[in-house]
């Protein structure tokens, strides 16, 4: 075997090798007995809303608030009602997994001038708050 030749197997094996897992991970999805907590933004005239804000700055730094507790969060952009003609009812709404709901009282207690004092640069919007049990995840059709 010539030296390019080896050469170029050692590269395309180190090639391989340096691919991240990160795309095989499973996405994260919920399970019976989380919790989630649900932030909607509701739609309305002259009401604003910085997406962008929202999803680089705004969410990332509750996150890194809640620690561990925080399983994964998710954001909703809000795109139609009912019907694909009718507006939404909400232009965002941000979801928080978490498995605990006293040590996510906690962290949003000790933190809540900083997060609500950050509203400001992306919304105009009084924020709606549900906290909910996952009582059941289903996947039709898939075993």
Same mark, same amino acid.
């Given at each position: 075997?010539? %030296? ?6 050692? *590269? ?11 795309? *095989?991970?499973?996405?994260?999805? !919920? $399970? &019976?007995? +989380? ?6 933004? !509701?739609?309305? $005239? ?5 997406? =962008?804000? /929202? ?5 990332? +730094? &509750?996150? @890194?608030?809640?620690?561990?507790? *925080? ?13 694909? %003609?009718?507006? @939404? !009812? ?6 928080? /997994?978490?498995?605990?709901?006293? @040590?996510?009282?906690?962290? &949003? ?7 609500? @004092? =950050?509203?400001? %640069?992306?919304? %105009? ?19």
């Amino acid at each position: 075997m010539s %030296n390019i030749t080896f050469f170029s197997l050692i *590269l395309a094996f180190t090639g391989f090798m340096g691919f991240k897992s990160t795309q *095989l991970k499973p996405a994260p999805t !919920p $399970e &019976v007995g +989380m919790f989630k907590v649900e932030i909607f933004y !509701p739609n309305g $005239e002259g009401k604003t809303f910085d997406m =962008d804000y /929202y999803e680089k700055k705004h969410m990332p +730094m &509750v996150a @890194a608030l809640l620690g561990e507790n *925080l399983e994964f969060y998710e954001i909703n952009k809000g795109v139609a009602g009912r019907t694909p %003609n009718d507006q @939404a !009812p909400f232009v965002a709404i941000g979801c928080f /997994y978490i498995t605990d709901v006293a @040590a996510y009282s906690n962290a &949003v207690a000790q933190n809540r001038d900083v997060i609500v @004092a =950050d509203f400001k %640069n992306y919304t %105009n919007i009084q924020p709606v708050i549900q906290i909910s049990k996952i009582e059941h995840v289903g996947y039709p059709g898939k075993k």
